[in-house]
């Protein structure tokens, strides 16, 4: 069965650095989102992003996120300048359309 | 360091058992719902989904109740197993163009051998 991959699983980054995160969503599905959960807490909504735009975006995705799609395959989200509350597994996921959402197992980012 | 998390709502049940998890959600105009399970470390992962002209809906062991009245769904899981021990989340979308899918608090279901 098709699945979201998400890399790296892991990433440490100091203060103040830009992280990058990746995702391959499946392949014939049209739309695309990343989510966050902190620590023991519910997944919350970041961004949705279908034809090549965001669709909405939650009051958590300030100037310092952006999300691209650089090719067919690829969907990233980028942090410019990462704080320490920025420390959460970010989940991506994707969907073709009215139907159930298919995560990734996420990357769990720490900031230092 | 690591913030301290909400304490998640948690069902102990014996193995074998009959499972009930309880969701309220906030949205009256959503109108499709969606059950996930997330063991640690890992991502949602889909158990069942209903839409609002249907009160209810059957799975494998898996049965999830909507009631719009109170804006309320439950998760049913038959012969509960110590596989079935995970976090188990109810998701609603908002609808409209976006299909944003807004995930509530989350239980904790804790199956006892």
């Known amino acids: 069965e098709p699945e979201v991959t998400q890399t790296p699983s892991h990433q440490v980054t100091q203060m103040g650095q830009e992280v990058i995160l990746r995702c391959v969503p499946i392949s014939n599905h049209l739309y695309f989102y990343w989510y966050r959960q902190i620590l023991g807490q519910k997944v919350e909504f970041l961004v949705s992003f279908y034809n090549n735009e965001i669709s909405e975006k939650s009051e958590i995705f300030d100037d310092q996120f952006s999300v691209e799609r650089p090719d067919g395959s690829n969907f990233t989200l980028k942090i410019r300048s990462t704080k320490l509350e920025d420390s959460a597994m970010y989940f991506c996921?994707?969907?073709?359309?009215?139907?159930?959402?298919?995560f990734g197992n996420g990357t769990r980012l720490t900031v230092t | 360091g690591e913030s301290v998390g909400l304490h998640l709502p948690t069902l102990s049940v014996q193995e074998g058992d009959n499972s009930i998890i309880n969701c309220a959600y906030s949205n009256s105009a959503s109108d499709y719902f969606i059950w996930y399970k997330q063991e640690s470390g890992k991502g949602p992962q889909f158990i069942i989904d209903i839409r609002s002209n249907m009160d209810k809906r059957q799975g494998q062991r898996v049965t999830v109740l909507l009631n719009k009245t109170v804006k309320h769904l439950s998760l049913q899981i038959a012969a509960t197993q110590p596989g079935d021990s995970a976090v188990y989340f109810c998701?609603?979308?908002?609808?409209?163009?976006?299909?944003?899918?807004?995930f509530g608090t989350g239980t904790l279901l804790a199956v006892q051998p």
């Open positions: 996921a994707s969907v073709q359309e009215d139907s159930p959402l298919h």
């Open positions: 998701a609603e979308f908002y609808g409209g163009a976006t299909n944003k899918l807004i």
